[in-house]
């Protein structure tokens, strides 16, 4: 049994030139009880994807089903089984964080325990405060604590960690854990990579509407390669060119003192820090695991924040020739 | 019924929205004046008072009342976003619409009939030498109930129709200038245009059709509504006199059908366009 099935799903804004194309004939199947991250930068069509899903807007072509329920026709199904954690939301600010699940209860028809919910979201000590002094990571909490009333067959997170600190995004993501282990599917969007890695068992990336990526994330790392990248600060920085002579090294970047190597493999971490080494004194090495970073990267073509300069290229910082006398 | 989910949720939320009270509180400042003002007149009359709380109320203050407890409903949950909880649950958009409207309906519903039961007691205490015709009070009170009720209804049906809070205030002061100031009290109203127009093809108007066009606003057919409850001679004195043998479209009863009408049309019209509304 398919949990969501979405063939050919088009959506467009407005008409003649001047029309936005949100989704562009996405074709998309996520399994029953399957973890499955939907990926894309800011605009590639996520959120458009999860309103049609919920019957907020109305796909201009294309069809989609939630466990073979027409999501146009047959919406108020869709919508039982479903548990939704929206983005962009504001919650009731006249009500308590328990009247809120209390009113989803009503709506579905069930009944479950708030009390126990509120724990599990971490917010049994505001259970029965009014909500117009929550902060942004409260109302994050209590919006998963919703979508969590009855235990639906499908969650569906829209940016679930939005607004919420470390220990929030940590939380969220043993409740994923959790509802996985008991075979709730779900569908989580997000822009950010770190967070779908440590939960998803198949990731989509999206980009200008269009499916670009489809896989887990272990294969689509074989794929292309696996990514991973060293930076290491050193006293002074040398001409870095040498270093892409290495077999693995795939980038370098430097900014002011620190040295960033994108390497296909770990052995070429060992290479690169060698190699600064006997040329400079290293003051610290930080290996990173961008290897999603660098996936969305490519699929998307979008820079991650902390590329900025590619060795070799004239932009080189000048103090590289008098490190390496 | 998520009909009624809707509506629990949202009398628990907007019962507590001070806002929501002042005018009512406002409305029964007002009687509390007018009462005022008769226990130092020499010969208090009870459809005196009666006849200043439709004219002040029906223009003004229900209105006020019900535009205030209303126009936010739905657009200011499209605007927040806060609608994505309430059509993320199984809940139908016709059901959003209904909810809302029992709702608010019953916020302003219950603020009025307690001031307008209120009144009864504050009478008694400033005017002992009135009599209240109990009978027709009642039936003054109802129709401003219903009065409340058609303007409840127009304001959630504007705000199902407005996608944020600035169309919604601007569409419900809109309504208010158009079908309440404009229609039943400028010199340019509607009757005086119809009569101008004839005019000019050497036409009269039948008072009949006059009387009808006014009456088809909710603030018309509530004046006009004073026909069930008030007695001739003193409609004769205020200058509201009705026709002689009317025909049906103008007496006391089809002005209760109209006040209906304003209830039942707008909403069906919203529930249409909300039905296809996108709210991405």
Same mark, same amino acid.
Do not use: H, I, K, W
């Given at each position: 049994m398919t949990a969501i099935e979405i063939k050919n799903l088009t959506k467009r804004y407005g008409?003649?030139?001047?029309?936005?194309?949100?989704?562009?004939?996405l074709d998309l199947t996520v399994r029953e009880g399957e973890v499955f991250g939907f990926l894309g930068p800011n605009g590639a069509g996520k959120s458009t994807t999860i309103n049609i899903l919920l019957h907020f807007i109305d796909a201009t072509d294309g069809t989609a089903t939630v466990f073979g329920h027409d999501?146009?026709?047959e919406s108020m199904a869709v919508r039982s089984k479903t548990g939704v954690l929206p983005e962009g939301f504001e919650v009731f600010d006249r009500l308590t964080a328990r009247e809120h699940l209390e009113w989803v209860m009503d709506a579905k028809g069930i009944t479950d325990d708030a009390g126990a919910i509120l724990e599990t979201v971490g917010l049994s000590e505001a259970a029965?405060?009014?909500?117009?002094?929550?902060s942004k990571g409260m109302g994050q909490r209590l919006a998963l604590g919703m979508a969590l009333v009855g235990d639906p067959d499908l969650l569906i997170l829209d940016e679930p960690s939005s607004g919420l600190d470390p220990t929030g995004m940590q939380d969220v993501r043993n409740i994923i854990l959790d509802l996985a282990e008991q075979g709730t599917t779900v569908f989580f969007s997000s822009h950010i990579l770190g967070e779908v890695e440590a939960v998803c068992d198949r990731v989509a990336i999206l980009n200008q509407g269009e499916l670009v990526a489809l896989d887990t994330i272990e294969a689509l790392q074989e794929r292309d390669g696996g990514v991973e990248s060293i930076e290491v600060t050193v006293e002074a920085v040398p001409?870095?060119?040498?270093? $892409?002579?290495? $077999?693995?090294?795939?980038r370098v970047s430097v900014e002011e003192d620190t040295v960033v190597a994108v390497c296909s493999d770990t052995a070429a971490k060992v290479d690169v820090v060698r190699w600064l080494d006997e040329r400079t004194t290293v003051t610290d090495i930080i290996s990173e695991d961008t290897s999603l970073e660098e996936l969305f990267h490519r699929y998307t073509g979008e820079n991650p924040a902390t590329e900025q300069q590619t060795a070799g290229s004239p932009e080189t910082p000048a103090q590289a020739t008098e490190g390496s006398q | 019924m998520s009909l009624l989910a809707v509506a629990r949720r949202d009398f628990l939320d907007v019962r507590r929205a001070k806002l929501v009270w002042a005018p009512v509180a406002l409305y029964t400042a007002f009687m509390l004046l007018f009462f005022w003002g008769q226990s130092t007149a020499s010969d208090p009359d009870f459809y005196g008072i009666i006849w200043g709380l439709v004219g002040l109320g029906g223009v003004l203050l229900v209105p006020l009342i019900a535009l205030v407890a209303a126009y936010l409903s739905i657009a200011g949950e499209r605007e927040s976003g806060q609608i994505k909880f309430t059509l993320g649950v199984p809940v139908s958009r016709t059901a959003v619409i209904g909810g809302k409207l029992l709702a608010r309906g019953a916020v302003v519903l219950l603020g009025l009939a307690v001031s307008l039961a209120l009144a009864v007691p504050i009478a008694m205490v400033f005017v002992p030498e009135m009599t209240i015709e109990y009978g027709d009070y009642a039936l003054f009170a109802l129709t401003t109930l219903a009065y409340a009720l058609a303007y409840v209804a127009i304001a959630v049906s504007l705000s199902a129709v407005t996608g944020s809070r600035s169309r919604a205030m601007a569409a419900g002061i809109g309504f208010f200038f158009v079908f309440n100031i404009g229609w039943n009290?400028?010199?340019?109203?509607p009757i005086e245009m119809i009569e101008f127009v004839l005019d000019q093809f050497g036409m009269t108007a039948s008072e009949e059709l006059l009387e009808l066009v006014y009456s088809l606003s909710p603030t018309g057919a509530y004046m006009n509504a004073t026909e069930l409850y008030m007695p001739t001679r003193f409609l004769e004195m205020v200058g509201n006199v009705p026709p002689s043998d009317p025909p049906f479209y103008i007496q006391g009863w089809f002005m209760v059908v109209i006040l209906a009408a304003w209830i039942v049309v707008p909403l069906a019209l919203a529930n249409w366009r909300f039905s296809k509304a996108q709210l991405g």
């Open positions: 008409s003649g030139p001047d029309a936005v194309q949100a989704l562009d004939g999501v146009g026709t029965d405060r009014q909500t117009g002094g929550f001409e870095p060119a040498g270093l $892409n002579e290495f $077999n693995g090294v795939q | 009290f400028l010199p340019v109203r």
